[in-house]
């Protein structure tokens, strides 16, 4: 099985900054893409960036310029460095990673549980 276990989310004031971390454990043998999203109260789970393997980056328009996504492939961990937050930043953020498990075998998404960011105005 594959986990995924994030970590670093908290209470800050608006104009702070954050990192959240992200880390892949279990029977893992390749990591595809990785992406980060977030959900904030009574509404749908959004993207937020997303990384492919070959190092492309994508973000949110209401994150652009103030977020970015790294990864650190040999501790199979993807990062979203947080700045410039604002109170509509707050909610539950969550990672999602395409693990392949067997060299040549289909990549599948696994999610972690999510942590909280609150952004106090």
């Known amino acids: 099985q594959v986990q995924l276990a994030e970590s670093g989310g908290g209470l800050v004031q608006a104009g702070g900054s954050l990192r959240l971390s992200c880390v892949a454990s279990?029977?893992?043998?390749?990591?595809?893409?990785t992406a980060w999203y977030r959900q904030a109260p009574g509404t749908q789970r959004e993207w937020v960036a997303s990384r492919v393997s070959g190092g492309a980056t994508n973000y949110a328009d209401s994150v652009k310029g103030r977020f970015a996504i790294s990864r650190d492939n040999t501790q199979n961990t993807v990062y979203l460095q947080m700045n410039s937050l604002k109170p509509e930043d707050t909610g539950v953020y969550y990672c999602k990673m395409q693990v392949r498990r067997v060299p040549g075998r289909p990549a599948y998404d696994y999610w972690g549980q999510g942590t909280q960011v609150t952004v106090s105005s």
């Open positions: 279990g029977s893992i043998g390749s990591i595809a893409g």
